[in-house]
């Protein structure tokens, strides 16, 4: 049955390649992220294979427009089934870079950003007695390396957010389900977001070397959309078989 379906982060990589799988599936999209060209670019691309979606322009850090985001999507398709907490960013560095304004957007961005998600979709779902949240963390969520401990952190806290979420829904009764999907090195243009030379040296060596294309981490992402509804697949990881 077709599903609406929300995600942030859109307009490129992860989103973009997980928005035209779920639209070749059949389901409603509604795709948001800041660059309105690329957002209109896609609502095009994925309407001219006969699929149907919609965007709206959203700032995750800002709480207001990521909730008319979820009055747009249920004044548009008249609910929401499923939430992706997707938009993200990795500037990594080590800590003696002293990147504190990077260290705030992270925060921003990947933590305040799935909170005000989940803030703006949960009242709907509550209402509805069902849906689904898909937060991505990443395997730097479930390690963490020289360079990345901001990132790893804003991802460690996706996961805690996300079980929290997940046992308060069960007790609930809401029939709400939660995702995290952690992928590995997939070729995308996060590390564009990296401004220390010596940590985007090292980054762009590791996806030269290992990357696989997005659109695996999209078919993940439509195995937990399309379990049955009795059964919530919570954690997804996925990355390069090569990747060590
Ligand atoms: N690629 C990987 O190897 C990898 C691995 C593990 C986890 N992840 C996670 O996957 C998610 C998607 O990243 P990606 O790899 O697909 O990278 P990407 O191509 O750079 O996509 C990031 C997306 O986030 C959006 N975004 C950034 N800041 C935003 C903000 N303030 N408000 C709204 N949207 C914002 C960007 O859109 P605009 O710039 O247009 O706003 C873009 O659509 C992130 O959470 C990332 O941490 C990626």
Redo the contacts with the bound molecule.
Sequence with gaps: MSKVIVI????????EATAKKLAANGNQIVV????ED?LQKLVSEIKAVGGDASYQV????NKSEVAELAKFAVKTYGKIDVWMN?????PQSTLDKYKIDEWDRMID??IK?VLYGIAAALPFMREQKSGQFIN?????GHAVHPGGSVYSAT?YAVRVISEGLRQEEAIAGSNIRVSVI?????A???P??ISDPETKKRVDKLYADF?ID?ERVAEAVAYAVEAPADTAINEIVIRPTTQH
């Design positions: 942030t982060g859109a307009s490129s990589g992860i989103g948001s992220a800041r660059r690329r959203t700032d995750v850090t997707n938009a993200g960013l990795m961005v990947n950003g991505t963390s990443s395997v730097a991802k952690s992928p590995g090195a997939v995308t243009e996060l564009d977001t990357a997005a």
